[in-house]
């Protein structure tokens, strides 16, 4: 009963999550960043829950979860569509996930959406471009099917936001946020999953925590990171 109710809830968030992501991205399609900061304070607190909900699941000791293991078969977080999707939205492209899914299912459909939609990222620095900021063609028409890569021309400018215009850097600051806050629950659940099953493999089909450690620290805005040493 516990290990279903925690993953609905999980999904339940994640419904949630995108439905605020999707308000933040036509906000900074608008160039309301006010407004797009406070939603992305909402997905903020949101992220604190799903890292809290962990420490609910970790009551549950490795015989808990091995005596009825064998009954999920199939089943696991690992084949979550929705979660596929924020990954999709927050630029972690990967065509990978899209084979979970059958042709034609609702969950494909949406995944094929999302992986053809440009990212949050892409929005934010189209927004740069309407603000006057030069940024680079190869940025701003880059193949949004693809991850996100470093620009060290876009980083320039990034520097210069954070030196000479609080209220952007402080945006940047937000999505910032949002990035460790992803990385934070990321971090918690392999942490769970090591204290839970240890090696074995996941259910769904995955190493299980060596899947999960591989996705450890993967910036979704890795330009926002490297610009650290340049302060």
């Known amino acids: 009963m516990l290990f279903i109710v925690i993953h609905q809830t999980y999904e339940l968030w994640f419904k949630e999550i995108l439905h605020e992501l999707d308000y933040l991205q ?10 797009a900061g406070h939603a992305i304070k909402r997905v903020l ?28 078969e199939s089943g696991s977080g690992f084949q979550s569509a929705q979660f596929r999707e924020l990954e999709f939205v927050l630029g972690g492209k990967r065509p990978g996930p899209l084979q979970l899914y ?8 949406r995944l094929d959406q999302r ?5 949050l990222w892409d929005g934010f620095v189209g927004y740069l471009a309407r603000r006057g900021f030069a940024v680079p063609d190869d940025v701003l ?9 470093p620009s060290p021309a876009l ?21 910032v946020d949002l ?11 392999v942490k769970m999953v090591e204290r839970t099953i240890g090696a074995k493999m996941g259910t769904g089909g995955s190493s299980g925590a060596e899947y999960l450690r591989n996705t450890l620290m993967r910036p979704a805005f890795p330009d926002l990171w490297a610009i650290r040493t340049e302060f």
Do not use: N
């Open 26 to 35: 036509r906000l900074v399609a608008s160039d309301d960043l006010p407004r």
């Open 45 to 72: 607190v949101i992220l604190k829950v799903l890292v809290a909900q962990v420490d609910i699941l970790e009551t549950m000791t490795p015989l808990e979860f091995v005596s009825f293991r064998a009954r999920l």
């Open 102 to 109: 059958a042709p034609g299912s609702a969950e494909r459909a």
């Open 115 to 119: 992986f053809q939609a440009p990212s």
């Open 141 to 149: 028409k880059r193949d949004v099917t693809q991850p996100i890569a």
């Open 155 to 175: 980083q320039a400018i990034l520097v210069r936001i954070y030196r000479d215009d609080p209220a952007l850097a402080e945006f940047c600051e937000r999505l």
């Open 179 to 189: 990035d460790e806050g992803v990385q934070e629950w990321r971090y918690r659940h």
